[in-house]
């Protein structure tokens, strides 16, 4: 490979890793605009950051570059993970753990780098390393994500598993667990918006009357289903306001904001998916219901009370779901049970063709309800029969 392709790699690498580029991306079409800076490396001219960094990016590119571990920013996610797989049982297996990581080679390399003292015996350094384990492990237990015994041993919980199996940060797990028992849809939604994952969100100047625009009611009377009652002016109401504006279906006149809410609705998914089951496991079951009904809107893209159900099929965009709508076909069972010809009237298009329509091969899902004998057997009925009439309001 070439050195001029060689460096350009270096550069991609740094600016991929420390995320501090001089390069700036503009939020309106996604044009890159950047000061740059020209310095001549064998005859190259290369565009960069300040000479001052030259140095850096030669290091770089000839892997003379000490690379740090991250792993003590993230140690309790970690560690918890390392209890639930049992490769960590007890507190002297977590000091053994971790002084096989590269974190290790780095702290006894450059120890100030990750607030260790300099010059340190192998005893005292081991001593440090035991302290920032029990720090976190207590914190762990603390909020009953790990159990310890005898102040020594060390098991997972069923909250630890659900925490490593969906990757949930540590502070999104101290927000999970502080969750009442009869949360709402908007209730959840609001914890769901306060998550470490979206720590990296960044509430921009520019964007704050688009923002606004999709919290307030538009032209046609329309708004998101759950407004936030002030104007956006943080990152949780960010996070909350696009989450919300792509299960409505809203359209963001923005690139940069369009793909960052694809982003955020991505991680939502995925702690949401967690989030049912830690209800579960605490036998919340109202909160249970609002749960499961915000997961399946974000699995699916809309919320669950939508009648733009069509979207989902393939081939089948705002347009023509707009028209289904407005022929009354607002499920998969009147799709499913209307005639081709009428279809072909909603459409105002040619004749239907099954590579075009795929109706048929949706699956469909029906549950009967049984009773059993109970002392008090009507809160129930009506809990349930709220729930399959699909009446619930969150």
């Known amino acids: 490979m070439a050195w001029d392709r060689i460096l350009w790699c270096g550069i991609a690498m740094y600016v991929y890793m420390h995320k501090s580029a001089c390069v700036c991306i503009c939020s309106r079409g996604l044009k890159v605009a950047a000061s740059i800076v020209l310095w001549e490396i064998n005859d190259i001219a290369m565009p960069g950051c300040p000479i001052a960094r030259q140095e850096r990016f030669e290091r770089l590119v000839s892997g003379t570059e000490a690379i740090e571990s991250t792993l003590h920013k993230n140690l309790a996610e970690l560690l918890n993970a390392e209890v639930v797989l049992r490769t960590v049982t007890d507190v002297a297996m977590a000091v053994d753990w971790i002084s096989s990581t590269y974190f290790y080679v780095r702290a006894t390399r450059q120890p100030q780098h990750y607030g260790l003292p300099r010059h340190l015996p192998l005893d005292a350094f081991r001593a440090k390393l035991h302290d920032m384990c029990m720090i976190e492990l207590n914190g762990l237990v603390r909020h009953k994500i790990i159990e310890m015994t005898d102040g020594y041993d060390v098991s997972p919980t069923e909250e630890g598993t659900v925490m490593a199996k969906y990757y949930f940060r540590f502070d999104t797990m101290k927000q999970f667990m502080q969750m009442k028992s009869d949360e709402s849809i908007e209730g959840l939604l609001q914890l769901l918006s306060k998550s470490g994952e979206f720590a990296e969100v960044r509430l921009r100047v520019v964007e704050k009357r688009l923002l606004n625009k999709l919290n307030d009611t538009n032209k046609a009377g329309e708004r998101i289903r759950f407004p936030i009652k002030e104007k956006i002016k943080s990152k949780e109401m960010k996070v909350n306001c696009l989450i919300q504006a792509t299960l409505d279906g ?5 690139n940069a904001l369009s793909q960052e809410a694809k982003h955020i609705s991505r991680t ?11 209800v579960w496991n605490k036998g919340y079951f109202r909160s ?3 749960a499961v009904y915000l997961s399946k809107s974000l699995h699916c893209g809309m919320w669950e009370n ?12 705002p347009v023509l779901s707009t028209m289904l709508v407005m022929a009354g ?3 998969f069972r009147s799709l499913l049970e209307a005639n081709p010809r009428d279809l072909e009237t909603v459409f105002q298009a040619i004749p239907l ?3 075009l329509f795929h109706v048929r091969n949706v699956p469909f899902q029906q549950a009967e309800l049984i009773n059993w004998p109970s002392g008090n057997r009507q809160p129930f009925d009506a809990f349930n029969q709220r729930e399959l009439t699909g009446d619930y309001q969150g």
């Open 268 to 278: 939502a998914t995925r702690l949401s998916r967690g989030l049912v089951l830690l």
């Open 329 to 331: 076909k607002t499920n």
């Open 353 to 355: 063709t099954p590579h």
């Open 250 to 254: 809203c359209q963001v006149y923005d």
């Open 288 to 290: 249970l219901l609002s």
């Open 306 to 317: 939508s009648t733009f159900v069509s979207r989902q099929l393939p081939g089948i965009g």
